[in-house]
C-alpha cells in the first residue's frame, strides 16, 4: 500500500475517481440524444462535481467529511444486472448504472481501509466509504420510488 | 327635465330621473353584484356588495339605494369598487357552513354529479342518471366496474356506517338503459386523437359533442387501451367496452385501429392533417425487474400476459406460476393465471400486505379464489431448471424508517431459497414510452410535459392526457384528462382563451373528521348493499364476470341511503356565483363558522341556517309582500339570526304562503324539497 503514505494521497485518489465519474456523466450527456436524459445525466455530473469540490475542501483544510452514521443498505444494487453506459440508456438503467457505481467505489475504499496499515488513513477510507455508500442509497431511494413502486 | 345624465365608468349616460344607480348600471350592460336586492322588495342596502364610487363622495354607496343625480361621476368596475366586493364576499364567507357540492363530487377527479345520479336512480329514473353521469364521463359502464372510488373515501355516510356504494351504482344505469346520443353539427375543425384507451375516448366523446370531427388512432386491433388489454374480461366484459365505444362512433368519431404513431404515422402528419392531435398513449411499456435471468422464455411482464390474454382466453399456462409485483396488474395476472388452468399461483411480494398499492377488496377476492400471497420476499435471480424456471428469492423484513418515516424493505443476509416454477409474469410496474412523440417536451420522470387544466404541450395544437401525461394511474383520472383536453381543445379552435373546464368556488364543511355530529344524526343506520359477485371456487375456473351487478331492488335501496350532500342552490347560488367571479380567498377572515342548524320539519321547505346570510331578503319579503310574520330578525351585531317566527320548527308556522321564501334566497338557506340535488344540462 506504498500508494497511500499521506492523507493527501488518499484524497488525491478520491478525488480522481469523482473525476472519472464527472466525465463519464458530463460524456454521456453530450451524447444523449434524449433532452431528458440529457438532464438526468447533466445533475448526476454536478453531483459528482459537488463531491469533487467536497473532498478538495477537506484536502485545504477548509470543510471535513461529514460524520456519518451507517446508513440502512436496502441492497437493491447487489440483486441487479450490471448495465454498460450509453448515450441512449434508459432512467432505469442510468440509476442501476449510478447505484452500482456509488456500491463500487464504497467496496473499494471498505477494502483499502482494511488494506492501509496507517489507522489515521484507514479511518479515511472508512469515512470514504460511508460517503459512497450514502450516495448509493439515495439512488436506491429514487429507484425504489420510480421502479419498484408496484413490486 | 326627463332623463339624468351622469357619468358612468368614464362614458357619458343618463337614466329616468329617481333611477338607482344599479338600475342605471344595469340598463347600460353592467354588472353589479346584488345579495339583498330583490325587484319586488324596497331596496334594504344591507349586503354591500353592490357598493359603488361616487366622485366627491368619502366613501363606497350602495348602488341599490342611491339614486343617480345630473352630473354625478360613477365608477362601478374600478380596482377600489372590485376590493370592496371580493372583500364583502370573503366576509359572508368567513362564517358560512356548508358544502356548495357533495365531497363525493369534489372528489371524483372526473367532477360527476354524484348527488344528482344517485338521486335520479333512488327516484327510479335511470336514464337522467345516466345523462348525469355523461355529462361528465363517456364510460359509466367501464369506470361502474374497474374504478378505484375515490369519492368512496371522502362519502359522509361513513359516519353512520359504510360510504355509499357509489361505483357499483354508477353502473346500474349503464347497464339499464340503451344510450342513444345525437350527431352534433360540425363546426369544421378535425382532431386526430391518438390512442383509444381511457383518456381518447373521453376526448372523443366530448370533443364530437362539441362538433368537431374526431379521427380515432390505436396501435391494438380493438378500443378500450389498457381497460381491454390490462384489465382481465371477468372484471370488464368486453361488449360493455364495445358498448360504450359504439355510443361514441354514434356522435361520429371515426376508428383507424392497427396504427402506431411513430411507426404508421407520425406527430408531425397528424399536426400537418389536423387541426389539433390529442394524444393519449398510454404507460404501455412494462418496467423491467432487471433481474438476472429476465429473459429467459417463460418470463414475462404483466401487461404483456394480460394483452395476450385479452385476444385469447384458452392461452396455455404452466401448472406453477409465479407474478411479482404488488399493484392490481399483478392480482389481475394471478387471476387470471387460475383461470387459464395454473394449479398454483403465488403472488411475490417484496414488503407486507399493508403496504401493495393493489386494491382491497381485489386482493381477497385473489386469496377467495386460491391465490398465495408471499409478502417480504423479491426475486433475485431465475436460472432453466430442465423446461422449467428456477426461481431464487430473498427474504426481506423492512428496515427502520427512514428520514421520511418510511420503512423501506432490506434484504435478510442469507436468506435466499430456490423454487422450481413454470411461468414468471413481472407486474412490477409500467411507464411511458414517449419515444413515439420525440418533439415534446418531458417530465424529469420521462412522462408528457402537459399542462394540468388544459393538457396543452409544448407543441403548439398538440395536447396531451392520462397516463402518458401522469404516468400509470388510475382510469377515472384519464377520463377526467382527456374530458378537460376536450373543452381546451374547442377553446384553441375556436380562438378562446384556452383554459379547460376550470372549476368553480367549492365551500365545504371539512373533512370527515370535522363534520358536526349534527349532519348525520338524522340519519338512521342502514348497511351498505354488497355487490352479488359468482361463487369463488366456480368463478375461479371462468372468465364470466365476477361481480353480477345489482338488482333493481337493491340499486334503489342502496341509492336511498345517499345523505344528499351538497347544496340544492349550488348552481344558482349567488355566493358561489360571486366567491367565483372574484376569484375570493375564503380563509382571509376566518372566524368561528356558524353552527349547523337544519329545519326540514317543513313538508316542502328547509330552512339552513347556517348558510344564511342576514341579507333579511326572506324577512322583508314576509313584510311587504306575504304580510305575514313567519320569518323575522334575532340577536343582534354578530350574533344576529334569520329566524322563523318564536323560533319555531317550520312545521309549527302555520302559512301556506310559507314556501313562496325559497325564491328570495339568493343562497341556499332557504330551498324547496321539490329542488333536487340532480340538476341535469347543468355544468358545475
Given at each position: ?151 | ?112 354529479d354524484i348527488p344528482g345520479f344517485i338521486s335520479h336512480i333512488a327516484n327510479g329514473d335511470d336514464a337522467a342518471a345516466l345523462e348525469l353521469i355523461m ?5 359509466a359502464?367501464?369506470?361502474g ?19 355509499i356504494a357509489i361505483?357499483q351504482l354508477k353502473r346500474f344505469p349503464a347497464d339499464q338503459v340503451e344510450v ?349 348493499t ?19 351487478g345489482f338488482t333493481e331492488e337493491q340499486a334503489r335501496a342502496e341509492a336511498a341511503r345517499c345523505?344528499e ?108 324539497k321539490t329542488?333536487s340535488v340532480a340538476t341535469l344540462?347543468?355544468?358545475?
Amino acid at each position: 500500500m506504498g500508494k497511500f503514505e499521506s492523507v493527501d494521497a488518499v484524497l488525491d485518489f478520491a478525488i480522481a475517481r469523482e473525476e472519472e465519474a464527472f466525465d463519464l456523466y458530463h460524456g454521456l450527456a453530450s451524447r444523449a440524444t434524449d433532452a431528458g436524459m440529457q438532464a438526468l445525466f447533466t445533475s448526476f455530473a454536478k453531483v459528482e462535481a459537488g463531491h469533487k469540490q467536497k473532498l478538495e475542501g477537506i484536502k485545504e483544510g477548509t470543510a471535513y467529511l461529514p460524520i456519518r452514521e451507517k446508513a440502512t443498505d436496502l441492497k437493491i444494487a447487489d440483486y441487479l444486472v450490471d448495465v454498460e453506459p450509453a448515450p441512449e440508456m434508459s432512467f432505469q438503467d442510468a440509476l442501476v448504472l449510478a447505484m452500482k457505481r456509488e456500491q463500487a467505489a464504497s467496496a473499494l475504499y471498505t477494502q483499502l481501509a482494511a488494506a492501509v496499515g496507517d489507522p489515521l488513513l484507514a479511518e479515511l477510507f472508512s469515512q470514504l466509504a460511508r460517503e459512497e455508500a450514502a450516495h448509493k442509497t439515495r439512488f436506491e431511494d429514487l429507484y425504489e420510488d420510480n421502479f419498484l413502486s408496484e413490486n | 327635465m326627463s332623463t339624468v345624465n351622469f357619468i358612468l365608468n368614464g362614458h357619458p349616460a343618463s337614466a329616468e330621473p329617481g333611477s338607482t344607480i344599479l338600475d342605471a348600471a344595469r340598463a347600460a350592460g353592467y354588472f353589479i353584484p346584488t345579495f339583498c336586492h330583490n325587484e319586488k322588495l324596497e331596496p334594504f342596502a344591507s349586503c354591500f356588495v353592490c357598493a359603488v364610487e361616487v366622485e366627491g363622495r368619502r366613501t363606497l354607496v350602495p348602488s341599490c339605494s342611491t339614486a343617480v343625480t345630473e352630473g354625478m361621476v360613477v365608477n362601478t368596475e374600478n380596482e377600489r369598487v372590485k376590493k370592496a366586493r371580493t372583500v364583502c364576499v370573503e366576509l359572508l364567507l368567513s362564517d358560512h357552513t356548508g358544502d356548495c357540492l357533495g365531497p363525493c363530487m369534489t372528489t371524483c377527479p372526473a367532477g360527476i354529479d354524484i348527488p344528482g345520479f344517485i338521486s335520479h336512480i333512488a327516484n327510479g329514473d335511470d336514464a337522467a342518471a345516466l345523462e348525469l353521469i355523461m355529462n361528465n364521463m363517456p364510460l359509466a359502464g367501464c369506470l361502474g366496474r374497474v374504478c378505484t372510488r375515490p369519492c368512496e373515501t371522502a362519502c359522509r355516510r361513513q359516519l353512520v356506517e359504510e360510504p355509499i356504494a357509489i361505483c357499483q351504482l354508477k353502473r346500474f344505469p349503464a347497464d339499464q338503459v340503451e344510450v342513444s346520443l345525437k350527431k352534433v353539427p360540425s363546426i369544421g375543425k378535425r382532431v386526430a386523437v391518438v390512442g383509444a384507451g381511457p383518456a381518447g375516448l373521453s376526448a372523443a366523446f366530448f370533443l364530437q359533442q362539441f362538433g368537431v370531427d374526431c379521427t380515432v388512432f390505436d396501435a391494438h386491433e380493438n378500443p378500450g387501451g389498457m381497460i381491454r388489454y390490462g384489465i382481465p374480461s371477468y372484471r370488464l366484459p368486453r361488449d360493455v367496452i364495445d358498448g360504450e365505444v359504439e355510443t361514441i362512433k354514434q356522435l361520429g368519431a371515426e376508428f383507424r385501429f392497427n396504427t402506431k404513431l411513430g411507426t404508421d404515422i407520425t406527430l408531425d402528419q397528424l399536426r400537418e392533417e389536423f387541426d389539433a392531435v390529442f394524444l393519449g398513449i398510454g404507460a404501455q411499456k412494462a418496467s423491467s425487474m432487471r433481474t438476472p435471468g429476465e429473459e429467459l422464455p417463460g418470463v414475462q411482464s404483466g401487461i404483456e400476459f394480460l394483452g395476450k390474454v385479452s385476444r385469447d382466453e384458452t392461452l396455455p399456462i404452466g401448472k406453477r406460476v409465479v407474478v411479482v409485483g404488488g399493484g392490481n396488474t399483478a392480482i389481475d395476472a394471478a387471476r387470471t393465471a387460475l383461470r387459464l388452468g395454473a394449479d398454483e399461483v403465488s403472488i411475490l411480494y417484496r414488503r407486507a400486505r399493508e403496504q401493495m398499492p393493489a386494491w382491497d377488496e381485489e386482493i381477497d377476492a385473489a386469496l377467495d379464489e386460491g391465490v398465495i400471497l408471499e409478502t417480504l420476499a423479491a426475486p433475485v435471480k431465475i436460472e432453466p431448471a430442465g423446461g422449467r424456471l428456477a426461481l431464487t428469492c430473498v427474504r426481506m423484513e423492512l428496515g427502520e424508517p427512514d428520514a421520511s418515516g418510511r420503512r423501506r424493505p432490506v434484504p435478510v443476509d442469507g436468506s435466499e431459497y430456490t423454487t422450481d416454477v413454470d411461468d414468471i409474469i413481472a407486474a412490477i410496474g409500467q411507464n411511458v414510452d414517449a419515444s413515439m412523440a420525440p418533439s415534446l417536451e418531458l417530465t424529469d420522470w420521462r412522462s408528457i410535459q402537459a399542462d394540468e387544466q388544459t393538457g396543452r404541450t409544448s407543441v403548439a395544437g398538440v395536447f396531451a392526457g392520462g397516463d402518458c401525461v401522469t404516468g400509470a394511474d388510475i382510469a377515472v383520472n384519464a377520463v377526467a384528462a382527456g374530458r378537460r383536453a376536450a373543452f381546451a381543445i374547442k377553446q384553441f379552435l375556436t380562438g378562446d382563451p384556452v383554459v379547460g373546464d376550470p372549476a368553480g368556488y367549492n365551500h365545504s364543511m371539512g373533512e370527515l373528521d370535522e363534520i358536526d355530529e349534527a349532519v348525520t344524526e338524522p340519519f338512521e343506520t342502514s348497511a351498505r348493499t354488497p355487490m352479488p359477485h359468482l361463487d369463488p371456487k366456480v368463478r375461479a375456473k371462468t372468465f364470466d364476470e365476477v361481480e353480477t351487478g345489482f338488482t333493481e331492488e337493491q340499486a334503489r335501496a342502496e341509492a336511498a341511503r345517499c345523505m344528499e350532500c351538497g347544496c340544492r342552490d349550488a348552481h344558482e347560488c349567488a355566493l358561489r356565483e360571486y366567491a367565483t367571479a372574484f376569484d375570493v380567498e375564503p380563509s382571509r377572515f376566518n372566524g368561528d363558522r356558524r353552527a349547523y342548524r337544519r329545519d326540514d320539519s317543513h313538508p316542502v321547505l328547509v330552512y339552513e341556517e347556517h348558510k344564511c346570510i342576514q341579507c333579511g331578503s326572506c324577512v322583508r319579503a314576509c313584510d311587504e309582500l306575504l304580510n305575514s310574520p313567519c320569518m323575522g330578525f334575532a340577536g343582534r351585531g354578530f350574533e344576529a339570526r334569520v329566524k322563523p317566527a318564536l323560533d319555531r320548527a317550520m312545521v309549527l308556522i302555520d302559512d301556506e304562503q310559507l314556501p313562496k321564501l325559497a325564491e328570495f334566497c339568493p343562497v341556499g338557506a332557504l330551498t324547496l324539497k321539490t329542488d333536487s340535488v340532480a340538476t341535469l344540462n347543468r355544468n358545475s
